[in-house]
Each structure stands twice: as structure tokens, then as C-alpha cells.
């Protein structure tokens, strides 16, 4: 019965005998009871304890209220529907009541009614809307209801109160009491649609007082309770809004408000969430005073309109500042450009984004260094360090935004950030930081470690966006007649666990397969997503690209195709026939509503999919565990047929717990499912193993750096920070941060003696130091001691540490191979160094081969061959498919050579390639006086060429504005005949031509044999550049 009841669903009820319903309503009232006793005192101090003990009361009632059947009778329905709607507002569970009230439509307005159940009718159906503010549409609705209310009030009142006999003043209360109710919510729409009257407090007091008193003196006792539900839940949807904000904020901050509440919008934003609310106006989030501030909410609270508030806050005590907002990833780095730029964009706030790329091209310096005109820079903290140790910025710091800051444990990428921060913390003393992250149990020594005097840490972990059930489910049964069964294991409410086992799909069986092939779990996972996709988009993560691959091939031949084929869906298999060709297997999946994500496809594919996906295309999408960091689109279920995922130097490990919540917040969604399921497959009904694993705790957030400490002593070495570099590629960062630190202390002695206090900058020391000071001191001695081994480096070499991004050991043995490396200008020029004899490049990648930093991961024959030939070709234009043909394909498919060929390009060798050449060309100290200018800027700009995959300087800049790289060439070529003579960073310009192309000018430069026309490319930039999302 329970269960029945935690579902939400009031159909279920029906099967329930009239006991168990009883009971129901019984507990309900129980519920309601407990938090009318506590009204008052919610209302006199919301931020007490009491005040918490009545939102858990009210939120138990709202749970109750929804599995209680609804009465028949028009009246009695919506006084059903005032009562539960308001005790989801009370309860901090709005989110959950607009939900509802979505998928459960309330009676509408009987225009035959009497005049008083009219009158409570518009009234109610004008609340219920304010709550739900589904779009601009229900507060429009509001002020035309109120306002035929007032035009029938003439025609019907007095004949109303003529037919009301002896109780006259009994009705006439009652009159008084309807219209000050519907006058109050016509005074809260109001307020929810433009923020007026600034009063709303007051006003609606003052309408409720009177309302609850007409009601009380007429004795209608039932309503009188009900208006004073209304009345706390009114006073807090006002104190919802964003428009409640206004009081306390700057100007800027206040338009940023009303930029985002518009009705222009196509989702305007009308509504805090209660982490939002408690973050900005009870934690003080805004407050200058708190320097750092960790804020850890939930996945899908809203996070990143914090960090908006945040940046606005900071530009206005600074206002000739500069903001670093940092993510994990590339992908993460074009989601959080477009919100920003779409959010901020209106303020006139510049917001650009750097690649990923090591190396900083010509288009970039022009944007960040020459004219230094970026307000928010939004890169990877790799990029950033780069930025920091060239010392190409001019204006302040402000404000530095870590957004994912969990993954500060998280191998040599959080070790990069840890060190990142404290280099910042200690060069740019004004700046503030903002660290962002679902998770980390240890939120306060995170923002003390920044600052211990001026820090804050704001954890709004009692607040869910909506309940989810982690579960496991199991193939069953016998041949071809099979089941899948489910069993809970982990759930958001007590209520929503099931003791006993449910059948997830029974007969036919979910897959055309005998259950001896059912049982792996690949295909119970793809069987579990099958049955769940009815319920929307299912992501279902596997282990590797080639698991995906099997799945998805799997669920398509037991799924029907899409019917009627979709626009959106031909239109990204028209591009991938261009690109990869019409046989690559994406396609036939998508037909099904089937898609693939990992790291075997081009990043622009990877993009179309997310597309699709968050516009609600895909049934199922089958992604490696590397999609679930950065979610963005309505998932209603994730299906995991492995909790394991690579590690480097590692191999197959165990999701860490952080990992896995990080993905089990991405089901259910807010304002899309009432409950998230996250679906373990197993291979067997006891699931031991998924158990263990669903049963560990998320653990304190650790420094990389005091792991490294601890593995070094563990195995008995010593902590010599010249050997270890050598052996472990991850104490390069650490020696680099020493080296930067070395050179701008241009003083041996200073350093030798400011060596704790440069240490104590990081979260590894500082953690060292609590727990086992003896090693702390150790760290330090072996800082001092690498001192001496700079010294002897040089400044040259210290001074080429910042520049390339290698440790002063790998500079020394790249050195030693400089024969290798031209330092004849003109054989930098890319028409000769990536020409069909490709001698130069081949000795330049044998030279960076052994470079730790770069971890090359492809073979490449003697010298570097092959990986030479491979990068010539991929920056001469040559497409993907045939370089998979020429390279990867062994035989196979040419779906898998595709896939192996992308793994290589993307994962292994662009990036290194990229970075290395760049140190190349830092170390070559080439004389580019014998070049022309043109050549000179082909020369800088060739480490972004690899990166791009294309051979000329406007190629790239098409391709950093997310141009197709089939059109990327012949468009920027285009670009570059039409502007010049133009003035000013061209990152910018060409971002406003393309913005102004018409179809003609991309069906000018698309080939002929092409499957997409040119208002193909033009819509699929238009996607990828984030115009049409």
C-alpha cells in the first residue's frame, strides 16, 4: 500500500481496499494537523527549528495528499488540489507541485455555476496557475480570469445575495472572503510576472486577514483553514520569485533578473529553487566579505545561475575585472559558454572561451592579450594555468568559478587544479572563489584552505529536485520466455522501497533473445532501458565504445523505428553520411531512436547527439561512463551495465561514489519525472556485488598531491622529486608548480626560505600537515632540495617550464634530441612540413615521442611515423573515413575503424600533438625575420591547425567558432576576402559575419557530393554554435 502511495499516482488507489484507503487519509490528516500546529510558528521565525519540523510535516502531507483519490464534485476536487498544492509549497517541494499539476490537469471554471463556487473556482484556477507558471501563458490566464470575475460581479452579486433568503450576511461573508482570496492572487500573479507590486508582502497580508476574518465570522470553518494553507503558500511563492531578489542587490544584478523573468523567453525564469533561495538570500553567497565560498547542492539545483549572481556580484565590487569560470571537459566548456553568453550576453558582458588546447593560438592572444576585452573566460584549468604562467593578462582576477569541484580528488586533473588555485590564490590576493560541486563532504576545509578568515560554505543537501529509486533488476525465466525483475536498493524516501520484487517487463519478453544470452549484463541492461524507454530518454553506460556499439546494435533490431521519421534526426543523418559516410551504423540506430556517445566519435557528432537527446529525440542513448559528467537534457532513467570505468595506470576500476551520485542525480530530472530510476543489470537475483557497491559513502574530498605523498612512502622510496618525476608523470605538475613559483621569486635564498609557506598554499600540505606533520616536513625538504636542481637548470630552462608546460627534466632530455627539430623557419611553414614527404614532422614527433607529459598512446613505428602520417593527413583536410580506411581498419568493419581512428585522433594524439609542437617550436628559437608576415602567423598558428584538422590560419578561426571542418577551409577562406582591412579581434567579427551568412553563401562552399545542402550547414553551425537550442 505504501508503494501505492509513494508512486503519486490517485488511479492506483482504486485497487486498494476501503481499509488501507482509510488508513491513508487518516495519516494525512495526522500530517495536516502536525503542520497547522506549527504554522505560526513557521511564520514567525522560518528559519528556526520548528520551522524545519513544519516543512518536513508539510512535505509528508503533500506526498499523502497525492495518492488520496479525488473527489468528484468540482468544489471538493479543487479544495483538494488547493490543500496538497500548498503543502508542497510549504515543504520546499514546488518543484514537485508544478510537476503535478502538470500532469494531473484540476477541473476547470463551471460558467454555470452559482456565483460563490464561481467566484472559488476562477479563484483557485488562478492560484493553481501562479503555482505552475507553465510559461507566460498561466499568468496571462490569471489576469483575464480576474478581470471577467469583476465584469460578472455586476450582473450576478445581487441576484445572488437575493437568493440567499434569511443567510444574507452568511453569503455576503462568504462573498467578501472569495473576493479578497481572488484579489490576493491576482496581486501574487502580478508579482510573479513583473515583480509588482514591491509591496506583495503587505498586500497579500492585508487581502488574507480579511478574507480568513469574513470567512471565520460567516462560520464556514472549512474554508477558513483553507485560506490560511493559501495564505502561507502565497506569502512563500512570492518570497520564491526571483523578483524577491531585488531588494537586497545591485543594479546589474536587478536587470539580470528581469533579462532572465522576460516574456520573451522561452523559459522564463520566475522561480528560485530552494538551494538557490537559501544560497543568495540566507547563506550569504553575495556577501564581498566571504572571499571563498564552496556551495554544494544537488544535481539540477540550479548551480550555475548561482555562479551567474556570483560573477555579477564580483564585476560590481570590481568592475575592471576579469571572471575564470572552469570546467572538466570541452564539451562542459561550449555548454557553460552558451548559458552564459545567452544569460550575461544581454548585460553587455563579453563571454569567450579558450580550447582546451595547450597552446594559446593567434586568435586567442588577439581576444585575451592584445585587446584584453573578455569579461568571463570559460577553459579548462589547463588552459588557464597556461594563461597564468605566461602572464598575458592584464586586468585583475575577480573572480575564479571551479564548477565540478568534486573532481579536485580526481588523478592528475585534479592535482592540475589544486595546484592551479594555489598559484592563483597566492598571485591574485583579490580574488574571490567560487567552488560548485553536488558532493564533497568536506565543504568547509575546501573554502578555509583559500581563506581561512573570510570563507563560507553553503550545503543545501536536505533539499532533492526529486525522488529517485536505485534499483537492480535480473533476467528470469526459461528459453524465450523470460522476465525482468527488479529489486531496490537505495531510494530518496523511505516510502518508495519496495520489499519485494517487481516485474519490470513480463510477457512477450523484453528482447527476441533465449534467456541463457539475457543473463550477461549487456543484454539485461539493454532489456532494462527497452522497457523503461516508454518513460522518455534512457541512458544506458557501458564500458567501452565497442560494448555500446553491441548494445545498440541489440535494442535495434527489438525497437520499431521512429514513426513518422523526425526532422532533427534526418538532418544529423545527413551529416553523418558527409562526414563518415551513410553506411557508419549511428545512423541506422538513430532511426530507431537509438544513439551512441563516447569517445569514438568526432566531438561535433558528440554535440548533434546531446542535441537530440535534450530535444527529446532519442529513446535510448548507450554512452561510456564518460557522458554522465555534464548532463544537460531530460533523462528519465539511467541503466548501468557496469559500475567500472578506465583508469589510467589503473585499468578497470570501480566507479568511485562521488562518480556514481554524480550520475544517479541526473534521472528524474526537475520539473521532468515525478521519479528518477537509476537500473543496475545483473547477471543474478542477489546482485552481491552491486550491493557493496550502492552501499559505500561518499568519502571526504582528498588532495591527489597528499595521495601521491602517501603511495611514495608507502612503497619506501624516497620523496626525491627529481627521480619521481622521471618515473611518474603526475609529479610533473607538482615540480612545474616549484618552477613557476622559482622564477617569479628570482632569488634562490627567498625561495629556500618561503618554500613551507609556498607549500602551505595547497590542500595537500595543509592536509599533511593536520594528520601526519612528519611527512608535511618531509614534502617540504624535498621542495628545498628540487631548489637546487633548478638552480643548476638555469633560468632559461626554468623560464621554458612555464612556457611549454613540460618539467624542467623533460625539456633537458628534449634538448638533447634538438637535432631532431628544425630550426630553419620555413620548414615550420605547414605547405612544407605537413606535405606529402612528411621528414620534418616524422623527426619532430620522434624528438616528442618520449616526452612524459604528452603520453602519446598510439603507435607509431620507428620515429614516429606513422603518427606523422596520420597528422598530416588529418590537417590536410583528408576526412575521417579515410583516414580510418588508410590506418585503423584491420579487417573490421568500417563502423569500428571509424571508432578506433576517432579514439586515436581525439583521446591520443591531437592533444599531444598539438602541445608538443608548440614546446617544439619554443625550443627551435626559430628566426621568422626571413618569413612574411602571412607565413609568420601560419607558423604560430600550426599547433592549432593539428588541433583543428585544418591547413590555413582562417580554417581555424571557422573551426573555433564550431564551423563544420568539411566547409571549414573554403568558408574562412571566404571570410578573409570579404573583411579585409577589418580592425580588431577577429574572433568576434567573424562570429557576427557567420551569424549574417544566407543559405547561398554556405551552399557556395559545401562539395558537391555532399549528403547535406548548404542550409543543412548553415543549421547544423547554427546548433553547434548554440543559436538554435
Known sequence: MLDQVAAGDSSQLATLVDEDALLIERALAVAELSALELLDEWANDPKGRRAALFREAASDAFYLARAVPLPPDTDEALKAFLRLVSFAVLGDRSADARRWLHEHPWPKPDSDAPWDARVFQFATDAFLRVVRKEGWQDLHQVAKAIGELRTLQTTFESSHLKDSGDCVDRAALELVSLYHFAKAVETLASYAAKGTPTSVVDELKFHYARSIRAAGAAAIFELEILLRWVRAACLQVAQNSVWWLLRSFNSQISQHVRNLAAEANDRPLLELLPPQRRALLDEGLLDPANRAVVVETPTSSGKTLLAEFRILQARNSFPKCWVAYLVPTRALVNQILLRLRRDLGPLGIQVESATPAIEIDVFEEELLVVADEVDVLVTTPEKLDLLVRSRQRGRPLGLVVLDEAHNLGEGERGLRAELLLSTLNRECPDAQFLLLTPFVPNASELATWLDEQRSKAIVALDWQPNDFTVAYAYATGQRRSWELRLRTLHTSRPGIELDEELVLSGTPSPLDIPVSKARSKSATAAAIAKSLSSRGTVILLAYSPRDTWSIGELLSKNMPDVDPPKDRIDLVQRFLATELGSDFQLSALLSKGIAVHHAGLPPDVRFLIEWLAEEGEIRVLVATTSLAQGVNFPVSSVVLATHQLYQPYAGRQAMAPAAFWNIAGRAGRIFQETLGLIVFASVDEEAKEIREFVGQNVTQLASTLEAMVEEVLQRGWDLNLASLVRSDRRWSSFVQYLAHAY??????????????????????????????????????????????????????????????????????????????????????????????????????????????????????????NEIATVISKWVLGRSIRNIAEDHFQDGGDITAAITECCRGLFQRLIQPAAWGLGAAQALASIDTATLSPEQVEEVRTLPAMVYYGVDTVPGVLMRSLSVPRSVAVPLGERFARETAGGTGPRLPRARIWLEQQPVATWEAVRRQAAAVSGADYRRVWRILAGLDR
Not at 764 to 773: D, F
Not at 815 to 822: D, T, V
Not at 843 to 858: D, H, K
Open 743 to 864: 622564477r617569479l621569486a628570482a632569488d634562490h635564498g627567498k625561495f629556500i626560505a618561503d618554500t613551507e609557506k609556498l607549500l602551505r598554499g595547497t590542500l595537500g600540505y595543509r592536509r599533511l600537515a593536520e594528520s601526519r606533520p612528519v611527512v608535511a616536513e618531509q614534502l617540504v625538504d624535498s621542495a628545498r632540495a628540487y631548489a637546487e636542481t633548478l638552480a643548476k637548470m638555469g633560468p632559461g630552462i626554468v623560464s621554458l617550464v612555464d612556457t611549454t608546460g613540460f618539467s624542467g627534466e623533460s625539456i633537458l632530455e628534449l634538448l638533447s634530441r634538438k637535432e631532431q627539430i628544425p630550426s630553419d623557419p620555413t620548414a615550420w611553414v605547414p605547405g612544407k612540413l605537413f606535405s606529402g614527404s612528411v621528414n620534418e614532422l616524422q623527426g619532430i614527433i620522434g624528438a616528442l615521442l618520449p616526452v612524459r607529459e604528452l603520453q602519446f598512446e598510439a603507435g607509431g613505428g620507428a620515429g614516429g
